[in-house]
């Protein structure tokens, strides 16, 4: 069983930066694969950014070359770095972990407005 803990979220402005944390309850060197997500109002959560066991990293075409994903072993902990936020990324923004299961934080709200 895995826990995920998300934290980080808020209010910035436009060309804005913010990093979402997400603390997992046990080691994550297990974990198949380790991503973000971000939900919109009355649409269907979408993929920002996955990292899989084997080090290979997917981004979203609208967050690419803006967004990060990394990972502290040591911390049992995932990031995303956003930079240059613009105001079409404000979402609630949720972990995702998959072993044998498939695990969520519990979302965490970035707004981006002036």
């Known amino acids: 069983q895995v826990q995920l803990v998300e934290s980080g979220g808020g209010l910035v402005q436009p060309g804005g930066s913010l990093r979402l944390s997400c603390a997992a309850s046990g080691s994550i060197l297990s974990i198949l694969y380790m991503g973000w997500y971000r939900q919109f109002p009355g649409k269907q959560r979408e993929l920002v950014a996955l990292m899989s066991s084997g080090g290979s990293i997917n981004y979203a075409d609208a967050v690419k070359g803006r967004f990060t994903i990394s990972r502290d072993n040591a911390k049992n902990t995932v990031y995303l770095q956003m930079n240059s936020l613009k105001p079409e990324d404000t979402a609630v923004y949720y972990c995702?972990?998959?072993?044998?299961?498939?695990?969520w934080g519990q979302g965490t709200q970035v707004t981006v407005s002036s």
């Open positions: 995702n972990a998959i072993d044998i299961n498939n695990y």
